[in-house]
Every structure is written in C-alpha cells, then in structure tokens.
C-alpha cells in the first residue's frame, strides 16, 4: 500500500467516526427533546380527559393509548375516566391502563368498582391491567373470582394470572381456581393450576 493510499483511506476513516460522534450526540439531543415532548403531550392529555366535550375526551384517551407506557404520568386521570358517561372513552382509559404495567396500581380500588358493569372488551383490559399490578390487585379480589366463570377465555385467562400474583392473599380464590384448573381451554387452566402453585403450594402439590 502506497503511502498517498494509506493517508487517504486514514483520513476517511477519522472522518467516519467523526461523523459518528456527531450522529450520535444529535441522536442523544433529539431523544431528550422528545422525551421532554412527551412529558408536555402527557400533561395536556391528561388534562383534556376532563373535557365536557366527548370527542376532546376520546381523542385525548386514543392519544394515550398510543403513547403505551409513557402515558404512565396519566394514571390518576385515566382512573377518573374509567367512570366516563361515554363507553368508549372508558374503553381507551382501560386499554391504556393495561400498557402501563405496575404503574396502574393506584386504579386498583376505581377498576375493581368498574369491573362488573363494563362492556367486555373493556373487562378485557381491566382484568389484563389488575394481571399486572401483583399485589395491588388484592383489592379486586371478589369480581377476579367471579370472572373465573366468565363465558370469555380470555377473560377468565387474565383473572387467573392477576389471582397468582397476588400470592397468598388470594387464598379465597382456591375454591374458584381449582374448578378453573378443569376449565375447557388449556390457557386458563395453566394459568389457574400456576396460580395456584403461587398461593398455596401445599394444595397445588397436593392435587398432583
């Protein structure tokens, strides 16, 4: 290799990483402008779900929706929400609720009180958001029981999941878990014979 060639392909190969560097600190300062966009974006959804206009309601819970787990700082209005007058507004409150894992806890007490009277598909994602809050669940105990018997699978799937991560608290869903462990879909009854390894070892192992 000449030493022009070697000069010249040196001289690329600084300017390729310097280019990288440059990339990569826009990248960074790009990344926190957004971040800090969504913060703002989050703020004022949160705040048109108190609208007393419907369609500002249900664009304001589409929106958050989409976001998924950054719309987190929005649970304590989301949770207001899920009392909306408009069904499908509550349903976009509940769906987001469901992407936002522990940090749905504090609906636990507002989900457990919406669950019974709400339209399935809303259910769905109520039971899916108590799936995920472990313990915080506890509180919805009764309605997580009766969606055991639930006509929905998938339904009776997620009450089964948010009964295990409960623990041993839900020691007054054995009953309900251990008829689910007969149930006709294969899903529900793993998920109920795990969740019953999880609240009380003892009779799981003593059904084997």
Do not use: W
Request: one cysteine or more; proline letters at 5%.
């Amino acid at each position: 290799m000449t030493t022009r060639l070697f000069a010249k392909r040196y001289l690329a190969a600084l300017a390729t990483k310097a280019m990288r560097q440059h990339l990569t600190m826009a990248g960074l300062l790009l990344l926190a402008l957004a971040s800090g966009c969504h913060k703002s974006d989050v703020g004022e959804l949160a705040e048109k779900l108190k609208s007393n206009n419907y369609d500002e309601r249900h664009q304001a819970a589409k929106s958050l929706e989409a976001l998924g787990p950054e719309g987190a700082e929005a649970v304590p209005q989301l949770t207001v929400t899920l009392s909306d007058p408009n069904p499908k507004v509550r349903y976009h409150a509940a769906k987001t609720l469901s992407k936002v894992g522990t940090a749905a806890a504090p609906s636990a007490n507002a989900i457990a009180k919406a669950l019974p009277s709400a339209e399935p598909e809303t259910q769905y994602f109520l039971l899916k958001t108590l799936a995920n809050i472990g313990e915080a669940a506890v509180v919805a105990l009764p309605q997580l029981s009766a969606a055991l018997t639930s006509t929905n699978p998938d339904h009776r799937y997620y009450a089964a999941k948010a009964l295990g991560r409960i623990g041993s608290k839900a020691a007054s869903a054995v009953p309900a878990l251990q008829r689910a462990t007969s149930d006709e879909n294969e899903k529900v009854r793993r998920a109920a014979t795990e969740a019953l390894k999880r609240i009380s070892p003892r009779i799981a192992a003593a059904r084997k």
